[in-house]
């Protein structure tokens, strides 16, 4: 509860305390005022752990900005890289095309010598068989032959005819020789050519080969590269998109609890108001009681539930519904629901709650400052400023409120202080410690 709080509810307390000497704040608005409390409690908890998770999905929101920049540069040298491999594609392709075009020039050209060989040898045959025939010719006649031509001339100019018959012959002989060396080197030339051009055709194939694989591997570097860069371009956008998701959720939550705030300290205005007017209206009950009434005589009080015994003591406890630390300032007395509930004492109905941690529940003011609270009730029997006279029915018992279970929670005050009601059926009248 906050200082404004606390000073409000001493301040109220006070002055009906001053006023009268025998009312003072019903039990209910004070319990509610501490039922409001614990709330603010647990939402201002609950509010230090959004703002926790508001900082934590803050941090989150930086890092996914500091991993899409790391992925944003990884992007652009992905991008480098593929425009880099494409352009090593592109360039391996041209020299590849290149090298193709040069390999096959080559292999024309080596199609061309294979044909040109080809002819010189046809051309060499022919010359070969010309050679034959006059070395078959001088092998039939024989070398004397040559001189029996010369010397078996008649005349001079069968002489003359004869000798150069011979010298032709020869000069032919030797014609055909020349040629058929010559076109054999022409055919040893050819051969020398066309292993050249084969040996080139082959080279340039090879490069080719080479330089088409290497316009593969970058196109296939290029293509990985653009995986890549769609990879990173969705991470990127997912983990943004994720974080601020986080983000908006938390600052959502952090703006209910915030609400939920502006709600409970209304709600506390509103039962600081309330306790003023309940006090003011137990004040004018209790005058007019103190003028009609005579004072309590013995100081006892008749049971509320005959027949049934106290199930649970006042004091520090822990919240048997909700679990928190909690002073529980009044006797259970457990009994079936719908049994009925009677008055401890003469008084005057003060006040009658519905809902909140009591239900529905009765406040009875009495002589001497002396107050009674019934509570957990399915039902009440009476109503606002009613007199009631001692052991007359208040209402029925029930499990209304934060309840585990039919019972009755009564409560005694003396001057607003919850004393031990067991102290009115013989035990010691002692004003129980751990409600302030």
Not at 298 to 307: A, H, I, K, R
Not at 384 to 396: D, F, H
Request: aromatic share 4%.
């Amino acid at each position: 509860m906050s200082l404004m709080l606390r000073a409000a509810m001493a301040l109220l307390m006070a002055s009906a305390v001053m006023a009268v000497g025998t009312v003072e704040v019903s039990p209910v608005q004070a319990e509610s005022l501490d039922s409001i409390k614990s709330a603010q409690k647990v939402n201002a908890n609950r509010m230090d752990d959004t703002e926790q998770a508001l900082e934590g999905a803050k941090k989150r929101i930086r890092k996914a900005v500091t991993a899409a920049t790391i992925a944003q540069r990884k992007f652009e040298n992905a991008q480098r890289e593929k425009k880099s491999a494409q352009r090593e594609a592109r360039r391996s392709a041209a020299v590849a095309d290149q090298l193709r075009r040069e390999a096959a020039y080559a292999e024309s050209e080596y199609a061309l010598g294979v044909r040109a060989k080809v002819r010189i040898q046809a051309k060499l045959e022919s010359q070969r068989n010309d050679m034959d025939s006059v070395a078959r010719a001088v092998y039939q006649q024989g070398p004397i032959n040559e001189l029996e031509v010369i010397f078996n001339s008649n005349t001079p100019a069968d002489f003359t005819a004869n000798l150069v018959a011979v010298d032709y012959i020869s000069r032919q002989q030797q014609n055909v020789e020349t040629a058929i060396m010559v076109t054999q080197a022409e055919v040893n030339m050819q051969e020398v050519r066309l292993k050249e051009l084969s040996s080139k055709a082959s080279v340039a194939s090879d490069r080719a080969r080479v330089q088409l694989r290497k316009a593969e591997q970058a196109l296939a570097k290029a293509t990985a590269k653009q995986r890549e860069v769609v990879k990173l371009r969705a991470a990127k956008k997912a983990a943004l998109k994720k974080a601020r998701q986080y983000a908006g959720q938390v600052k959502l939550r952090y703006q209910r609890l915030k609400k939920e705030e502006r709600r409970l300290q209304t709600a506390a205005k509103k039962a600081i108001a309330a306790a003023a007017k309940a006090a003011a209206q137990a004040k004018a009950r209790a005058q007019a009681q103190a003028q009609n009434q005579g004072q309590n005589s013995s100081g006892e009080l008749s049971w509320p539930v005959p027949g049934y015994s106290k199930s649970g003591s006042v004091g520090p406890r822990i919240h048997p519904i909700y679990g928190y630390n909690s002073c529980h300032t009044g006797i259970d007395i457990g009994a079936p629901s719908g049994l009925s509930v009677k008055a401890a004492e003469s008084g005057t109905v003060a006040t009658i709650s519905r809902g909140g941690i009591y239900g529905n529940a009765v406040l009875l003011v009495h002589a001497n400052g002396l107050t009674t609270f019934y509570a957990h009730l399915s039902s009440t029997s009476v109503q606002i400023g009613q007199s009631v006279g001692a052991g007359e029915q208040v209402g029925l018992v029930g499990s209304t409120g934060w309840s585990t279970g039919p019972h009755l929670h009564f409560e005694t005050r003396i001057n607003g202080t919850p004393y031990d009601p067991m102290g009115w059926f013989g035990g010691a009248k002692t004003q129980i410690g751990c409600s302030n």
